[in-house]
Nanobody
Framework: QVQLVESGGGLVQAGESLRLSCAAS????????MGWFRQAPGKERGIVAA????????FYADSVKGRFTISRDNAKNTVYLQMNSLKPEDTAVYYC?????????????????WGQGTQVTVSS
């Protein structure tokens, strides 16, 4: 069992930055690929970024490439999402997810555990 707790969301203006954190409990974190997803009102939950178990490989949605960076600290059981140059269209609830095993996956159904989400609001 893995429990995930996101933090770091908030209200920012366009162009500003935020860093989201996701703390994982349990001893399987280093064995899990991790992902960040987001869901805006009236839209489906979609991938933002994914990290391999080691952090050596990453995947990004086209809409965030060059602006967002996923990283992880396996010693701290934590995955991060650094978000720069935020835009109003980045406004959403952001979710952390864990997938037992390795490999980069962009579909939500591949992930086994989910956090509760943290709200990110970007004003124009």
């Amino acid at each position: 069992q893995v429990q995930l707790v996101e933090s770091g969301g908030g209200l920012v203006q366009a162009g500003e930055s935020l860093r989201l954190s996701c703390a994982a409990s349990g001893r399987t974190f280093s064995s899990s690929a991790m992902g960040w997803f987001r869901q805006a009102p009236g839209k489906e939950r979609g991938i933002v970024a994914a990290s391999s178990r080691s952090g050596g490989s990453a995947f990004y949605a086209d809409s965030v490439k060059g602006r967002f960076t996923i990283s992880r600290d396996n010693a701290k059981n934590t995955v991060y999402l650094q978000m720069n140059s935020l835009k109003p269209e980045d406004t959403a609830v952001y979710y952390c997810a864990a997938r037992l095993g390795d490999g980069l996956r962009s579909r939500a159904e591949w992930y086994d555990y989910w956090g509760q989400g943290t709200q990110v609001t970007v004003s124009s």
